[in-house]
Every structure is written in structure tokens, then in C-alpha cells.
């Protein structure tokens, strides 16, 4: 892995930002931020294909979870599952920026945000996916939680920009809360440090990934233990787990649908990777019964919790919002299950879930700001107005409901044949189940939106309906259809890069 591709990931999104501070009219923001898309997505997935195709080597004497990682003098460690993080970011960033242009500019056209606000907000953004870079590629784990801290404040800010009653007290309720998380999350980092400093000294070394993944079956049990549920909880409150989640209907819902759709496929994982990496040490110190018992059932209660809010939710953005609480317990659920198919399964629907995620919180975005509604109701019958927008909002609900033949259909079946296969096959009848029922519930409410009855507020030939009927920005619609294409191929077809990459992440997580 050549060092400059990771750090290019960070420098080109605060280079980006630099670049917003001058003192100039908003377009030239804009165009910082179409430049700046494309080769934040070009720099990932360049990451994401060399972690796929270069040779796995591993360290002498090193576990298997050292294969192909490397890190760099900046202290940048790229291994499999940081690149597919990188991947994820960089696809979720990389949409979300050019969708901005035209959805950003219609919120000051309709008199939501002044001008002024335009260039601070593509200031905050781009300072933000830099958080998100940083925390996937630290190779410290003190650096890995600093870097989400600085998450929780940079997407505070983007979550209250509008700076409305409702957004300041959304954004308010976010960060107290994510941050009495990381607080949690902090306690866990010192226990893991004390953990190691009996072997390792008092020093980086002590946080250090991969020398800690190294030393792990020789760290105090007790304090691994502790750290791990800690960790749990408090990043776990950051990815939106069950019973920690109640912040994450009120931010996404008040959000600028762009920040929006990078706060549910990309910052919910970077907590996910948090917990990730804690796991695998914790399952190298102390075998695979504790954390993966704690991470199932986390998963389970999430999935379970989510669904009666799925089905009888009235705003859309809310209704989006559980969904990922849904979503994330479905990926906790399968390491939960652990074995090689399950983790498989729950990076696959890592993958799938950004990508659903993105495409329909941007595709609603569309529809609020051209009804000026998000309650459900009122947004009824938008197949009779505006065919095309309703046709991607089915397609996308089909695709977030799991079913055939869209990628979230094929990581949950593969997580519930992977339960099967390692003997819980009552976790997986209970997933299975759970999901049927969330299928259910998420048509429901989306079926609804695209093909219900014509509220009074969109029938045909109204003007509202001549608004919600016009072509979305052609910038726009590109940035839309990349998540929807990539869905619909995993779907059908998992290319053999990416299952080389998933293969190697899950080989870090479960050895």
C-alpha cells in the first residue's frame, strides 16, 4: 500500500476545507465540492482494490489479523478492514457532495438557510469525512477515539446548521449524548491500555492495533472484559444500538438530508469498526463466548426495538432513522454469530446498508423539499406526480426491506444461513423472523409514500405537483443513481475483488 494514498484521504478533505474559509461567494465553495467528490472516490476505492488485490503477507511470528496491514509514518495502519471502511466513506462522501450542490442551494432558494451559511456548511462537511478518514486509519486506539469524538462535535454542528428550534435541540440532544458514549468509550480505552502496559510499558506501543492484537492472549482477562463493555456501550451509543439509539431519530430527521444520509452510511459505521476491532482483540484475549454473546444480543434487542417504530413512525426521515437502528443490529447480530460466513455476511451488510442508506435519504430529501412535508400522509400518491422519484423510492424501500434481488437481501440471508451453520439456529429462526416483520413494516410505510393515495397536497396538475414532477439537477440525479447501480449489482453479483477484501476484513475481525 503506498503511504500517500492514506494520506491523500485526509489531506485532500482539509485542503478542501481550507479552501472554503476564503472569503468568497458560495459557488466557488460549490465547486470545491464537485472537485473534491470524485477524487476522494478514486482515492478510496483505489485503497479498497489494492487491500483487495495485493498478496496477503503477514508479520513474522504475527496472527492472522496482521495480514496485509501496514502503516505508514503518520501512523496510519491500512489493513482489510480499514480499507473497506475507506470504501464506505469515500462512496457515502463522495454522493453526498455532489448531491449537496443542488439540494443546498434549494434550501436558500425556499428562504431555509441564508446564503451566508452555504460556504461554512461545505466548510464543516469536508472537515467532518476528514474525522471519518482519520478514525478508520488510525493505528492508535487513543487516536481512534479522539478522531470520533471530533465526529460527534463537526456532525453536531451540520445536524443544527439550519439553526431552527427543532435542529438546535436535535443537535443538542446528539451530542450530549454521543458524547456521554465516548465518554463510556474512553473508560474502555484506558482499561485496554492498563490491560497492556504490564507487557508493553507505559507508552503508544500500549494502544498500538496491531502490536496489542499481538500481545492479546496474554492481557489481563479481567480488564479486557471491562474494557469490552464499555466499548460496547459507549461506541455502541454512537452506531445507534439498542437501547442507546434515542438520538438518532432527532438528528436524522433535522439534518440537512445530505448530512443526513452520511450520519446513517458512514458515521453509524465508523462506531460499527469502532467495536469491531475491540472485538477481535477481545476474542483473541479471552475466546470468542463473551463478546460475541453481548454482540448478539445487542443485535437482536436493536432489530426488535426498531420494528414498532418502523411501523407506526409519521415523519419519513424518522421512519429512515430506525430503519438503521434496524440495520446496525443486523451487522452486530452477525458477528454476534461469529464464523467466518457470518462475518462475511456482516460486512457485506455494512457495504449494503451505506449504500441503501445514502441513496434513500438523499432520494427522500428530493420529495420533502419539493412537498415541503415529511409526514408520511401528506407525501401519499407521489407515483400519480412524479413517476420517476416514486419508482426510486419503492425500488429503494424494496431494497432497505431485504428483498430479491438487491444486495441487503443477500447479506441478511447469508447471515441467517451463517446462524444455521454454526449451530444458533435459534438466533437465526429469531432474526429471521424479526426481519419478515420489518419487511412488512418498512413496505408498509414506503409503499405508502410512492404508490397511496393522493394527498390534497400533490395531486395532479397542482403546482406542487408541477414542482415535485420536475427533473431533479442533472448533478443530482448522478449522484443518486451510484448508490442505487451498486445495490442492484451486489445484489446480483458480488465482484471478486470485493469478496477478496470482505474475506481479508473478516479475517481481521475473527482470526
Same mark, same amino acid.
Given at each position: 500500500?503506498?503511504?500517500?494514498?492514506?494520506?491523500?484521504l485526509?489531506? $485532500?478533505?482539509?485542503?478542501a476545507?481550507?479552501?472554503?474559509?476564503?472569503p468568497?461567494?458560495?459557488?466557488?465553495?460549490?465547486?470545491v465540492?464537485?472537485?473534491?467528490?470524485?477524487? &476522494?472516490l478514486?482515492?478510496?476505492?483505489a485503497?479498497?482494490?489494492?487491500?483487495?488485490?495485493?498478496?496477503?503477507?503477514?508479520?513474522?511470528?504475527?496472527?492472522?489479523?496482521?495480514? @496485509?496491514?501496514?502503516?505508514?509514518?503518520?501512523?496510519?495502519?491500512?489493513?482489510?478492514?480499514?480499507? &473497506?471502511?475507506?470504501?464506505?466513506?469515500?462512496?457515502?462522501?463522495? $454522493?453526498?457532495l455532489?448531491?449537496?450542490?443542488?439540494?443546498?442551494?434549494?434550501?436558500?432558494?425556499?428562504?431555509?438557510?441564508?446564503?451566508?451559511?452555504?460556504?461554512?456548511?461545505?466548510?464543516?462537511?469536508?472537515?467532518?469525512?476528514?474525522?471519518?478518514?482519520?478514525?478508520?486509519l488510525?493505528?492508535?486506539?487513543? +487516536?481512534?477515539?479522539?478522531?470520533?469524538?471530533?465526529?460527534?462535535?463537526?456532525?453536531?454542528?451540520?445536524?443544527?446548521?439550519?439553526?431552527?428550534?427543532?435542529?438546535?435541540?436535535?443537535?443538542?440532544?446528539?451530542?450530549?449524548?454521543?458524547?456521554?458514549?465516548?465518554?463510556?468509550?474512553?473508560f474502555?480505552?484506558?482499561?485496554?491500555?492498563?490491560?497492556?502496559?504490564?507487557l508493553?510499558?507505559?507508552?503508544?506501543?500500549?494502544?498500538?492495533?496491531?502490536?496489542?492484537?499481538?500481545?492479546?492472549?496474554?492481557?489481563n482477562?479481567?480488564?479486557?472484559?471491562?474494557?469490552?463493555?464499555f466499548?460496547?456501550?459507549?461506541?455502541?451509543?454512537?452506531?445507534?444500538?439498542?437501547?442507546? /439509539?434515542?438520538?438518532?431519530?432527532?438528528? /436524522?430527521?433535522?439534518?440537512?438530508?445530505?448530512?443526513?444520509?452520511?450520519?446513517?452510511?458512514? &458515521?453509524?459505521?465508523?462506531?460499527?469498526?469502532?467495536?469491531?476491532?475491540?472485538?477481535?482483540?477481545?476474542?483473541?484475549?479471552? *475466546?470468542?463466548?463473551?463478546?460475541?454473546?453481548?454482540?448478539? %444480543?445487542?443485535?437482536?434487542?436493536?432489530v426488535?426495538?426498531?420494528?414498532?417504530?418502523?411501523?407506526?413512525?409519521?415523519?419519513v426521515?424518522?421512519?429512515?432513522?430506525?430503519?438503521?437502528?434496524?440495520?446496525v *443490529?443486523?451487522?452486530?447480530?452477525?458477528?454476534?454469530? @461469529?464464523?467466518?460466513?457470518?462475518l462475511?455476511?456482516?460486512l =457485506? /451488510?455494512?457495504?449494503?446498508? %451505506?449504500?441503501?442508506?445514502?441513496?434513500?435519504?438523499?432520494?427522500?430529501?428530493? +420529495?420533502?423539499?419539493?412537498?415541503?412535508?415529511?409526514?408520511?400522509?401528506?407525501?401519499?400518491?407521489?407515483?400519480?406526480?412524479?413517476?420517476?422519484?416514486?419508482? $426510486?423510492?419503492?425500488?429503494?424501500?424494496?431494497?432497505?426491506?431485504?428483498?430479491?434481488?438487491?444486495?441487503?437481501?443477500?447479506?441478511?440471508?447469508?447471515?441467517?444461513?451463517?446462524?444455521?451453520?454454526?449451530?444458533?439456529?435459534?438466533?437465526?429462526?429469531?432474526?429471521?423472523?424479526?426481519?419478515?416483520?420489518?419487511?412488512?413494516?418498512? =413496505?408498509?410505510?414506503?409503499?405508502?409514500?410512492? &404508490?397511496?393515495?393522493?394527498?390534497?397536497?400533490?395531486?395532479?396538475?397542482?403546482?406542487?405537483?408541477?414542482?415535485?414532477?420536475?427533473?431533479?439537477?442533472?448533478?443530482?440525479?448522478?449522484a =443518486?443513481?451510484?448508490? %442505487? %447501480?451498486?445495490?442492484?449489482?451486489?445484489?446480483?453479483?458480488?465482484?471478486?475483488?470485493l469478496?477478496?477484501l470482505?474475506?481479508?476484513?473478516?479475517?481481521?475481525?475473527g482470526?
Open positions: 500500500m503506498p503511504t500517500i494514498l492514506p494520506a491523500l485526509l489531506a $485532500v478533505p482539509l485542503v476545507a481550507l479552501l472554503c474559509l476564503i468568497a461567494p458560495a459557488a466557488v465553495a460549490e465547486g465540492s464537485v472537485l473534491s467528490a470524485p477524487l &476522494l478514486a482515492l478510496a476505492v485503497v479498497a482494490v489494492r487491500a483487495g488485490w495485493t498478496p496477503g503477507t503477514c508479520r513474522s511470528g504475527a496472527p492472522p489479523g496482521l495480514c @496485509g496491514g501496514t502503516v505508514d509514518a503518520l501512523g496510519l495502519y491500512v489493513d482489510a478492514l480499514s480499507a &473497506l471502511l475507506v470504501l464506505v466513506i469515500g462512496l457515502v462522501a463522495a $454522493v453526498a455532489l448531491y449537496s450542490r443542488g439540494y443546498m442551494r434549494a434550501e436558500v432558494t425556499a428562504g431555509h438557510l441564508p446564503e451566508g451559511t452555504l460556504r461554512w456548511y461545505y466548510l464543516w462537511l469536508h472537515l467532518f469525512v476528514a474525522s471519518m478518514f482519520a478514525a478508520v488510525a493505528g492508535n486506539l487513543g +487516536v481512534l477515539w479522539v478522531a470520533m469524538e471530533v465526529t460527534t462535535v463537526l456532525s453536531g454542528v451540520l445536524v443544527g446548521i439550519s439553526r431552527r428550534p427543532d435542529a438546535l435541540e436535535a443537535a443538542w440532544k446528539y451530542v450530549v449524548i454521543c458524547s456521554l458514549g465516548i465518554a463510556l468509550a474512553l474502555g480505552t484506558v482499561l485496554m491500555y492498563y490491560s497492556a502496559t504490564p508493553l510499558g507505559h507508552g503508544n506501543s500500549a494502544l498500538d492495533w496491531a502490536t496489542l492484537l499481538q500481545v492479546a492472549p496474554h492481557l482477562p479481567a480488564l479486557v472484559r471491562l474494557s469490552f463493555a466499548v460496547l456501550i459507549g461506541f455502541g451509543t454512537k452506531a445507534g444500538l439498542a437501547p442507546m /439509539h434515542t438520538w438518532l431519530p432527532d438528528a /436524522h430527521s433535522q439534518a440537512p438530508s445530505p448530512v443526513s444520509a452520511i450520519l446513517s452510511a458512514a &458515521l453509524l459505521n465508523c462506531a460499527l469498526y469502532a467495536i469491531l476491532r475491540y472485538h477481535a482483540l477481545t476474542m483473541r484475549a479471552l *475466546g470468542p463466548a463473551f463478546s460475541t454473546h453481548l454482540l448478539l %444480543a445487542f443485535g437482536l434487542v436493536s426488535a426495538v426498531a420494528i414498532p417504530f418502523i411501523l407506526i413512525q409519521h415523519d426521515k424518522r421512519l429512515l432513522a430506525y430503519s438503521s437502528v434496524e440495520h *443490529g443486523i451487522i452486530a447480530a452477525a458477528t454476534g454469530v @461469529g464464523g467466518r460466513l457470518a462475511f455476511a456482516a =457485506l /451488510h455494512l457495504l449494503n446498508h %451505506a449504500l441503501t442508506k445514502c441513496g434513500m435519504f438523499l432520494a427522500i430529501g428530493t +420529495v420533502i423539499q419539493r412537498l415541503r412535508t415529511r409526514n408520511i400522509t401528506r407525501l401519499g400518491g407521489a407515483a400519480r406526480v412524479a413517476p420517476t422519484l416514486a419508482t $426510486v423510492l419503492l425500488l429503494g424501500g424494496l431494497a432497505l426491506a431485504g428483498s430479491p434481488p438487491f444486495g441487503p437481501f443477500l447479506s441478511e440471508f447469508t447471515a441467517v444461513r451463517a446462524a444455521i451453520a454454526q449451530g444458533v439456529g435459534l438466533a437465526g429462526v429469531v432474526l429471521l423472523a424479526l426481519l419478515a416483520v420489518a419487511f412488512g413494516s418498512l =413496505l408498509a410505510q414506503l409503499g405508502h409514500v410512492a &404508490l397511496g393515495p393522493a394527498c390534497h397536497r400533490a395531486t395532479k396538475g397542482s403546482a406542487r405537483a408541477r414542482e415535485l414532477g420536475h427533473a431533479p439537477a442533472l448533478l443530482s440525479s448522478s =443518486l443513481a451510484i448508490p %442505487a %447501480a451498486a445495490v442492484l449489482l451486489l445484489g446480483v453479483h458480488v465482484p471478486d475483488t469478496v477478496t470482505l474475506q481479508r476484513a473478516s479475517t481481521v475481525v482470526g
